[in-house]
C-alpha cells in the first residue's frame, strides 16, 4: 500500500513535535488510556464498558470534551473546532469526533504528547493538557 505524501503544514508539525524514541516509548507506556480493543474506530459497546464509560458518551458525537479533574470530575468544555491546534485545558478527555486529535503538554500544540483515536477516551492524563491538534 502506497502512503499519500504528507501536506507541508502537516510535515513541519510532524518535524517539530519529533520526540527521541525513547522518550515516546516512555510516555506512551504510561498512559491510562480506555481504547477499543480492535483496530477500528468504531465505538465501543455499552455493554464492554467501564463504569466511567456512560460520563464520556455524554460526549456528543462529533464533538470533543474535556472535564477539569481526572475520572469526569469538575468543570465540562465541549469543543466543535475544525481542525488546527487549540490552546486547551483539562485532565479527562473524551474523543467523539471520527478523526484523531494529540493532546500535548505545553502550549502551542509542543511537547509531551500522546494521540486519542475516533471514539476513545482517557480518564485521566499523565498531565494537565495545555495545548490539543485536532487533524482534518
Known sequence: M???PLKPHYRRLRNRLAL???ATTAVLATLPLA???AASAAPVP????SASAPLA????NGAVCTWTKAHFQGNKSTYRRPHGCYPWNGRTVSNQR????TLYKDHGCWGSNFDLRPH???EKTPWKVRSIAVWG
Open 2 to 4: 502506497r502512503l499519500k
Open 20 to 22: 527521541p524514541g525513547l
Open 35 to 37: 481504547a477499543p480493543s
Open 46 to 49: 455499552e455493554s464492554a464498558r
Open 57 to 60: 458518551a455524554r460526549c456528543a
Open 98 to 101: 471520527n478523526k484523531r486529535i
Open 120 to 122: 476513545t477516551y482517557s
